[in-house]
C-alpha cells in the first residue's frame, strides 16, 4: 500500500532540493546583476512617478484590476508524475491527504506571493487611498482571506470534468473577487460582509457539492503540473541551461515568411534560428516583453547620458537568455550532422544575434526620440547595439557558446 503521507514528503523535498539547485546557477548568472541593477534604478525612481501621476488617476480601479486577476488565477503544484495514472489511480480513494499537502502548499504560496505583490503596491496606496500600518495590516488581511478562498474553490473547481465548465465558474470567481477587490479599497468593510456571505454560500453550496458528484480529473491535474513545471523550467532556462525543458512549438503561420530557408550554407542557419525564435518556446514573447519593460524604464528615469546605460543593461538581459536558443540544439542529432562546421555555426547564431539587438536599439531610439524630442541620444542607442555586439558579444560567445560537439 502506498504511503501517500510519504510520497508527498519525498516529492516535495525532490522538487525543493532541485529549485535550490537551478537557484544556485542562476545566481551565479550575469543576469541576475543586470537584474538588481534594473531594480535599484527603479526603486529610485519609483517615489518620483508616483508623484508624476495625475491627482485623479484610478488608483483603485486599477488596484481591483490586478489583485482580480492574481486572486481568480490560483495555481496548485500538485507534483503529479506520468506514471501516477497507472499507479495512483487505483488508490484514488486515500489521495484525500496527498491533495490536502498539496491544497496547503499552495495557500502557503499564494499567501505570500500576495502580501509581497501588494507590499510592492502598497505606495500606491498610501499615495490614493489610506495611510498607516493598522491599513497595511487590514489590506493584507483581507486580500490574504481571498487568495485562501480562492485556492480552495479553484482546487474544487477541477473537479469538473469539461474546460468550458471550468472557465465559467473561473469567470464567476473573477466577478466576486472584483467586487471584493473594489469594496475592499474603497474601504467598504460593511457590504463586505454581503461579499462574504456569497463566498460562503459558494464554497459550501456550490463548489463544495462538486466533490460529491465529481472524482479527480487525473488527466487535467497532470496536464496542469506538466505545465506548471516547463513553465517554471522555461524561467530557469533564460539563466542556465535546463536538459529536461521541453519545448513547444506554434504555428504562426503569417511570421514564416521572416525566416524563408536558404540552402546556401551562410543562410540556412541564420534561418534556422530565425524559425526558432519565432515559433519555438517564449523567445519571441520574450523579445517582446523586454522592449516593452525597456519603453517603461526610459519613460521612468530623467532623459540623459545614463539612458544608454540602462539600454546597455537590456541588451545584456537579451543576450544572456537567448544563448539558450543555441544551447538547445546541442544534442540534436540532425543539428549535429548538418555539413558546416562548428564554428560556422557559432559565428551564424553570433551575426544573427547582433541583428536582433540592432533592432531592439532601433526601437528604444525611436521611442526615446518622440518622447523626449532628444535625437542624438535616440541614435545613438542602435550605435549602442553595435558597439554591444562588436565588444561585448564574442566574449559572452567564448563563455557560453562551447565550439565543440
Known sequence: MIDVKKLWTKRRNAHLTQTLKYFS??????????????????????????????????????????????????????????????????????????????????????????????????????????????MYVTFGFFLIAAKVFNIYVSWEERRLPYKSHQLNYRILRFIVNFVYAYLLFNEAYIFLIAIFAIMYVLKNFVFGVFKKQHGYQWEMLLAEEQALKMKGYRLVNYFTDVPALKQTVHKRPWLNGLAAFSFKKKNALSSLYTKTFIRSGDYLGLYIRLILVGFFFLYLIPAGWWQLVVVFLFFQMFSLQLFTLYTQYRWNVIFMIYPVEQAVKVKAFQKWLKNLLLLQGIFYGVFYGFLTGDWLIAVLMPVAALVYGLLRLPSMTKKHVTLTP
Open 25 to 134: 546557477l542562476m545566481a551565479n548568472s550575469g543576469l541576475i546583476v543586470s537584474l538588481i541593477l534594473l531594480i535599484v534604478i527603479g526603486s529610485v525612481y519609483y517615489a518620483k512617478l508616483l508623484q508624476a501621476l495625475p491627482k485623479d488617476f484610478p488608483a483603485v480601479f486599477v488596484l481591483t484590476i490586478v489583485f482580480s486577476i492574481w486572486l481568480t488565477k490560483s495555481a496548485i503544484r500538485t507534483l503529479l508524475k506520468e506514471g501516477d495514472l497507472v499507479f495512483l489511480l487505483p488508490v484514488e480513494s486515500g489521495m484525500k491527504q496527498y491533495f490536502s499537502k498539496a491544497i496547503s502548499s499552495a495557500t502557503a504560496t499564494g499567501a505570500f506571493s500576495t502580501l509581497f505583490i501588494f507590499t510592492l503596491l502598497w505606495p500606491v496606496v498610501q499615495v490614493f487611498i489610506h495611510d498607516g500600518w493598522k
